[in-house]
T-cell receptor, first 118, second 115 residues
Framework: GAVVSQHPSRVICKSGTSVKIECRSL??????MFWYRQFPKQSLMLMAT?????????EQGVEKDKFLINHASLTLSTLTVTSAHPEDSSFYIC??????????????FGPGTRLTVL | AQSVTQLGSHVSVSEGALVLLRCNYS??????LFWYVQYPNQGLQLLLK??????LVKGINGFEAEFKKSETSFHLTKPSAHMSDAAEYFC?????????????FGKGTSLLVTP
């Protein structure tokens, strides 16, 4: 199956700093990448969707200036949490999709990044 | 809008017993349904999916699910639980988001397997 990696797997940072999380599709080209966050014991909530070469589309309630997403190539998307605060502490998971429509919309998930903001 | 509801946030079964995790969906269009498994501190792994065709879908690790339109259900089953099946299971439906199509997840069911 298709493999997605994330780096780093864990990060601890001080409040007010910025953190960048990388998401790479290793053996396929992800035309669309999704970013989710997951709070403890809860489900995944979609934050944004990005298509290669275009601006990300954010879900309602997600601050685009705080969560900067760049999808520079078909194999790399980055999420930067700017001026992180303790409430941003969460598990961030990316996924890559092979196509934009639902008929073939199997998403392949990365292993996640645990962000802790002190 | 499309959504799924997972009945039971925690399910406990004995090793060797039947596993049944329930998922009901709501969709205004023919749904595409998925089951994912998540082990602690890991990402999600696809167990199986239904798009079209045969309503009984077989997945990895001995799991299967049946799409029942009349019941708007997509329950996940496994005949005999193994200790290694203990994990969090998410049902999801592919549906429109602000950006096109994305997965809408249920709240998850934690499966505990006891010896």
């Amino acid at each position: 199956g298709a493999v997605v990696s994330q780096h780093p797997s864990r990060v601890i940072c001080k409040s007010g700093t910025s953190v960048k999380i990388e998401c790479r599709s290793l053996d396929f080209q992800a035309t669309t990448m999704f970013w989710y966050r997951q709070f403890p014991k809860q489900s995944l909530m979609l934050m944004a969707t990005s298509n290669e070469g275009s601006k990300a589309t954010y879900e309602q309630g997600v601050e685009k200036d705080k969560f900067l997403i760049n999808h520079a190539s078909l194999t790399l998307s980055t999420l930067t949490v700017t001026s992180a605060h303790p409430e941003d502490s969460s598990f961030y998971i990316c996924s890559g999709g092979l196509a934009g429509g639902p008929s073939t919309d199997t998403q392949y998930f990365g292993p996640g990044t645990r962000l802790t903001v002190l | 809008a499309q959504s799924v509801t997972q009945l039971g946030s925690h399910v406990s079964v004995s090793e060797g017993a039947l596993v049944l995790l329930r998922c009901n969906y709501s969709s205004s269009v023919p749904p595409y349904l998925f089951w994912y498994v998540q082990y602690p501190n890991q990402g999600l792994q696809l167990l199986l999916k239904y798009t079209t065709g045969a309503t009984l879908v077989k997945g990895i690790n001995g799991f299967e699910a049946e799409f029942k339109k009349s019941e708007t259900s997509f329950h996940l089953t496994k005949p005999s639980a193994h200790m290694s099946d203990a994990a969090e299971y998410f049902c999801a439906v592919s549906g429109p988001s602000n950006s096109g199509y994305a997965l809408n997840f249920g709240k998850g069911t934690s499966l505990l397997v006891t010896p």
